[in-house]
């Protein structure tokens, strides 16, 4: 999963803007535990500018750490410093794991996103 988010990310790291950040969760000895990328989003119906969290992994060794705590609290920092009054996600409705770690850091739910296999 890093390794595809990195191939992903790395226009946004080669041409940085101001309008996004990346932060990198390391240990003690540099070795990344984990990553968020965070850019600037705006509302479809309002068009009110905010902070969307367009990526955030954690590596399999940095789970339990409160890796993604910490990363989203320094993307929320950063949220905060742009002068957005709040901050999205997206999670897949499977991903009970991630949903329970967005509610505990205050993140409710919004839209749900219907879809239809066309055969």
Not at 43 to 55: F, G
Not at 75 to 83: I, K, L
Request: negative net charge; glycine residues 8%.
């Amino acid at each position: 999963m890093m390794e595809l988010d990195a191939k992903l990310l790395s226009g946004e790291l080669t041409e940085p803007s101001a309008d996004m950040e990346i932060f990198i969760a390391e240990d003690a000895e540099s070795v990344p535990l984990g990553f968020l990328h965070i850019r600037l989003g705006s509302d479809h119906y309002n068009s009110e500018r905010h902070a969307h969290i367009s990526d955030i992994v954690v590596a399999p060794e940095g789970e339990g750490q409160g890796i993604a705590r910490l990363l989203i609290e320094r993307g929320e920092e950063w949220a905060r410093s742009q002068g957005f009054r709040w901050v999205t996600l997206n999670v897949f409705s499977q991903n009970v794991h991630a949903r329970a770690v967005y509610k505990r850091l205050g993140f409710g739910e919004d839209i749900i996103k219907c879809f239809k296999e066309l055969n």
